[in-house]
């Protein structure tokens, strides 16, 4: 879009982001690169079991290490009873934080930290480590989904009932809850289809990765005030959660942000600050811990494996008349798997008059699952995509057509209930459908898959302030974690409202004692809702600036506008006046009432529904079952791209996710309920070479409810890719994978099974 | 354990440190010189955002010993850049949008200035192939290669 | 009156299955009342911690949110951040 057509100077273009500098030459302060003076190195001891109870645990030998200082168990950190509280964004079960950060009593993963040490040197922290005897009763293990819901599976919590079932149950079980969505009448639905697919499909538990260990440096004063400086997706939730498992007040503790080295939702939560800090508290000298990443895949994320029941009918001509299905969401060793969200997002993208999900929760011997990237929909959309795509078969129908036939538009009532107000997604398709890639040609053992998804995108709780310095140039204060360029969007929307140059605009992320507070980086919200606050507040400068001129003129406020920069004259009714520009405004601020400044608190409301569509080409080596990603299209409604490069980075970069998704990423148990593939090399998330360049089309709906039409984007892109490659894949070789990730030895052994003659069952 | 003392040249400045026998060069350059641009992501190779040149060699500073760097010359990210002018990858990178949270950067920055260092002008397929001992988790590499294709067209254009 | 749907569970537990149901009420408070009238202790359980549609836009904090003549208002889960 050009800067004439769009009207915008900044918004829509593409400058280098203001962080970028310190990025590209090793300068930026990540969570491990802060040290203090007299600082000591925490470790943590882990369980090596899956299920065992903690009888006994004797740190004495440990604390008896030249160099230690400090151990610290469960009983260095409050009780905390059962139940909800409200913190920052929303419910939060302390107490199953609190033991997933320290186990109380039991363990419940490999992996999962009994005890922690502080002292001089790594080296002594693991000497003391290898001598706290920790006395575990080993307790039979569950880590698959569906035999942990099996009568008489081993049992994690003996107080867990399961809630949404009529009558309560009277015997704990490892199922949490049930959860229904349902729209009209199913049965009735499928009553008048002429065509039923059914189908079950399964996917492996996969990590965020990022590629930055969980880090923190924590020091607690002798006052007791304490200071944290660690990478997260927002420092207020680390304050609060800090707050609540150490037991003292949220104002006690100060978090400074370092740079986030990735998160994808694995950072909405805390680790090793808790840990940190109470190792602090009883060492009283700052304390660093920095996870390894055998420790990052062992006890942090990871997503859940899940279990996906899809029935969808339709009429001959392509109408969908009923869509049903039953979601099992494993969510690691304490309730709260995304399966509500997979009931919500699963048939979204479509309408549907007849309409159910039933999702069950499901703990098992895993680590606690975190947010990961659209929490909970990518396992829903690649039961819910692979069936339309087989229903698309049946048909006889083009796959993308059968979705236009069925598209949500605004007025739809969603599958989870309300009504969509405006939305793009007929455009993501009808783009789609109309990209070349869409008819390229495709040789021998290749196929093409396509698929949508869906994401609700969110508001929320947000603060920014915008500063002018006395050289005319601006501070924003922007205070979300910049996990992708949010700083570039932040000051191109403020050098819009500004009239300035972009280059005039400086963004920092402060800490918790230099804003009000915000909500995390998270939910594909910080452009939309932060650069809502960031908007507001240069919009406050901008009064006060014209408020300024009016007094130089000593004419009223009315008769000043602000264009391009400068207060002018609204009329020359108001007097013959040269222009004052930001900067000489700024310099003469002591003069017409001091430093001028502006700050904005909201709850952002209005946060526009995305929808993407892709279109991924594969080739299926039928001798090893390789799957090489050939080539891939991502269409998104991005309301309105603010800095284009990092929308379409959103895209690509969640688009490759989905695709380590579908082809290669896995938790690999044991026997014992061991995590056997702790590290890169094991776990294998895309390199460069596993894949292509990934085209991207904007497509621009804007969001009404935005100052310039943002919609989040962040979350979308990783949805359609799992049963994108899988279409791909059936199309490719006539084999459909119900079973994710289409890894060589999957494929291969389900190439092999296809081979064999029907006659064999 | 007495700790070892190591004379080296970094980034074509001679400099000294002590260290364990066992402490890795990564360690070394982060805890010993204060110099943090390189990253630990993994501690077993697999990441490469250690990435340093030892020698001319591009390595995985988490695989090499500090010891080791004994009487050689090792550069990492903080030396690419010549005094306030970018390395033109360091440019290209900022200009092509290739990265978002920027923790991958200094060693996917080290490792593809070693492939324009022996073959100016690299297919998209070796850049992917050279590249693939870097992680990237946020972009999807895309923009990492074409922002490596721009730096060598710069590259060869100035020679 | 507003059209109401409440989540499953709770039409299950406190409204004896009645999951749809009008409601007079101008704002989200007003609603949060009515429906505690009608059905004891249902105000606290949908004061925090829930999201609510009002006419398709979601509302994470909908304490302060008006409604309209004839609106639709859904109870939903919280969108948790990724």
């Known amino acids: ?206 990590h965020q990765g990022y590629i930055e260990p969980h880090a923190a440096v924590a020091s607690v004063g002798e006052d007791g005030h304490c200071t944290v400086w660690c990478s997260s997706q927002g420092q207020f939730m680390v304050r609060a959660y800090c707050a609540k498992l150490l037991g003292v007040e949220n104002s006690r ?178 783009a789609a459908l109309a990209h070349e890639h869409y008819r390229a040609a495709l040789g021998p053992n290749q196929g093409r898959g396509v698929a949508s998804g869906f994401w609700f995108n969110i508001g929320g709780q947000s603060s920014a302030a915008v500063h002018v310095n006395e050289d005319g140039t601006a501070v924003v204060v922007d205070p979300n974690p910049d996990i992708g360029g949010s700083r570039a969007s932040m000051a191109i929307m403020a050098a819009e409202v500004l009239g300035i140059d972009y280059d005039r605009v400086r963004p920092i992320v402060p800490d918790t004692s230099s804003i009000p507070y915000s909500d995390m980086t998270g939910g594909s919200r910080v452009t939309f809702a932060v650069g809502m606050a960031v908007v507001e507040a240069a919009k406050q400068v901008v009064e006060e600036l014209r408020s300024r001129a009016a007094k130089v003129w000593d004419v009223d406020v009315d008769g000043v506008v602000w264009e391009n920069g400068e207060a002018r004259p609204a009329s020359s009714n108001v007097g013959e006046f040269e222009p004052l520009s930001l900067a000489a405004l700024a310099e003469g601020s002591a003069k017409t009432g001091g430093p001028i400044s502006g700050q904005a608190t909201i709850n952002a409301r209005g946060a526009g529904p995305g929808f993407g569509t892709h279109v991924c080409d594969v080739e299926v080596d039928p001798d090893t079952g390789r799957v090489t990603v050939l080539r891939y299209t991502a269409v998104q409604d991005v309301g309105r791209a603010i800095h284009p490069s990092y929308v379409e980075g959103q895209l690509q970069g969640g688009a490759a996710q989905g695709i380590g998704w579908a082809l290669n990423e896995e938790y690999v148990y044991s026997e014992a309920g061991t995590l056997e593939n702790p590290g890169f090399l094991d776990y294998r998330v895309p390199v460069a070479s596993d894949l292509p360049m990934i085209d991207t089309v904007l497509v621009e709906v804007p969001n009404p409810r935005h100052p310039y039409g943002v919609r989040g984007v962040g979350e979308v892109p990783i949805i359609p890719p799992l049963a994108a490659v899988a279409n791909a894949i059936r199309h490719a070789c006539g084999t459909r994978m119900n079973h994710l990730p289409a890894s060589p030895p999957r494929l291969l052994a389900a190439l092999d099974a296809a081979k064999l003659p029907e006659a064999a069952d | 354990m007495a700790k070892r003392h190591v004379t080296t040249t970094v980034n074509g400045e001679p400099r000294e440190f002590l260290c364990e026998v066992d402490q890795t060069l990564l360690d070394a350059l982060r805890d010993e010189l204060g110099l943090t641009g390189s990253k630990e992501g993994c501690g077993s190779g697999d990441c490469g955002a250690c990435s340093v040149m030892l020698d001319g060699r591009l390595v995985c500073s988490c695989l090499a010993l500090a010891v080791e760097a004994e009487g050689r010359e090792v550069e990492t990210i903080e030396g690419m850049a010549d005094g306030d002018r970018l390395h033109p990858l360091q440019r290209t990178f900022l200009e092509e949008a290739a990265l978002q949270c920027g923790i991958c950067t200094p060693g996917f920055l080290v490792a593809a200035k070693a492939l324009l260092d022996r073959d100016p002008d690299p297919s998209e397929t070796e850049i992917r192939y050279w590249l693939a001992g870097n992680l990237c988790r946020c972009t999807g590499y895309d923009k990492i290669v074409r922002a490596v294709q721009k730096a060598a067209v710069e590259m060869r254009a100035e020679a | 009156m507003a059209r109401v749907v409440l989540p499953n569970e709770l039409a299950r537990e406190l409204a004896g299955g009645q999951k749809e149901l009008e409601v007079e009420a101008e704002n989200f408070r007003q609603l949060l009342k009515a429906l505690d009238r009608r059905f004891p202790g249902m105000g606290d359980r949908l004061r925090d911690g829930v999201a609510v549609a009002i006419d398709g836009e979601i509302f994470q904090e909908p304490f302060l949110e008006s409604i309209g003549e004839d609106s639709e208002v859904f109870f939903l889960p919280q969108i948790e951040a990724g």
């Open chain 1, 1 to 206: 879009m050009s800067d004439s057509a769009s009207g915008f100077k900044w918004v829509g273009t593409r400058p280098v982001r203001p962080d970028g500098l310190d990025k590209v030459t090793g300068r930026a302060n990540f969570g491990a690169d802060f040290t203090m003076p007299g600082m000591l190195v925490g470790r943590i001891l882990r369980s090596p079991h899956a299920h065992a109870r903690v009888a006994g645990i004797d740190a004495s030998a440990a604390l008896a290490v030249p160099g230690v200082k400090a151990v610290v168990t469960a009983e260095d950190f409050p009780e905390i009873p059962d139940g909800d509280l409200m913190v920052g964004e929303g419910p939060m079960n302390f107490r199953d934080l609190s033991c997933n950060v320290m186990a109380r009593g039991k363990v419940l993963y490999d992996g999962h930290p009994v005890a922690a040490v502080a002292a001089t040197s790594r080296a002594a922290a693991e000497e003391a480590l290898d001598r706290i005897r920790v006395d575990y009763e080993v307790l039979p293990h569950v880590v698959d989904v569906l035999e942990a819901m099996e009568p008489g599976a081993p049992l994690l919590h003996e107080n867990l009932f399961t809630e949404g079932v009529d009558p309560k149950p009277d015997r704990p079980s490892n199922v949490a809850s049930r959860v229904e969505f349902s729209l009209g009448d199913v049965e009735a639905g499928f009553a008048e289809a002429d065509v039923v697919v059914e189908g079950e499909y399964t996917t492996e538990a996969v």
């Open chain 1, 253 to 430: 503790i100060r978090v400074i942000p370092s740079e986030i080295g990735g998160g994808f939702g694995g950072k909405t939560t805390i680790y090793v600050e808790p840990v940190a800090l109470a190792l602090s508290r009883k060492a009283g000298r700052p304390v660093k811990i920095v996870m390894d990443r055998d420790e990052v895949f062992r006890a942090t994320g990871p997503t859940s494996s899940t279990h996906v029941k899809v029935r969808i009918g339709a009429t001959k001509d392509g109408r969908i008349t009923a869509g049903d299905t039953e979601l099992r969401y494993q969510a690691g060793a304490f309730s709260g798997s995304p399966v509500q969200l997979g009931c919500m997002t699963a048939f979204a993208p479509y309408h549907l008059d007849h309409v159910r999900a039933v999702g069950y929760d499901v703990v098992v011997n895993r680590p606690k699952c975190a947010a990961y990237r659209a929490p909970g929909a990518p396992m829903a959309a690649f039961g819910v995509e692979s069936a339309l795509d087989e229903l698309a078969g049946k048909l006889g129908m083009d796959p993308l057509e059968l979705r236009l036939a069925n598209a949500a538009r605004e007025g739809t009532k969603a599958a989870y209930g309300p009504r969509f107000r405006q939305i793009g997604y007929v455009e993501t398709v009808e």
